[in-house]
């Protein structure tokens, strides 16, 4: 669904006559064992206010294009917390790595 989001934001702001008042960032949280961690800064725990709800104390990634949103859903997949199980193996060399143990928000 990101990059589908992305795509769309894009193609508004290029219908716009004046592009260049626009900025597109995005962030990551990692959710695993009552934590959260940010997947864009070495998953430094972050905050989530106790009446607005909303994260605090995380790195922002700025994307220009849609190489960009590639690049910033690589490094979240990165970052995230997995693990192998019967049904899920790490495959060495592949790429996969298992089953990702937590939540993550974009």
């Known amino acids: 669904m990101f990059p589908r989001a992305i795509k769309?934001?894009?193609e508004t702001m290029n219908a716009k006559?004046?592009?260049?008042?626009?900025?597109?960032?995005?962030?990551?949280?990692e959710f695993y064992m009552c934590q959260c961690t940010?997947?864009?800064?070495?998953?430094?725990?972050?905050?989530?206010?106790?009446e607005d709800h909303a994260p605090y104390g995380l790195k922002h990634f700025e994307i220009k294009n849609l190489q960009d949103a590639v690049n910033f859903m690589a490094k979240c997949r990165e970052n995230r917390t997995t693990r192998?199980?019967?049904?899920?193996?790490?495959?060495?060399?592949?790429?996969?790595?298992g089953s990702s143990r937590s939540h993550c928000a974009l």
């Open 84 to 97: 192998a199980t019967l049904m899920n193996q790490v495959i060495e060399g592949s790429g996969h790595q």
């Open 17 to 29: 006559k004046d592009t260049h008042a626009f900025i597109l960032t995005a962030s990551a949280i």
């Open 38 to 50: 940010d997947l864009l800064d070495d998953n430094k725990p972050c905050f989530i206010g106790r």
């Open 8 to 10: 769309q934001v894009f």
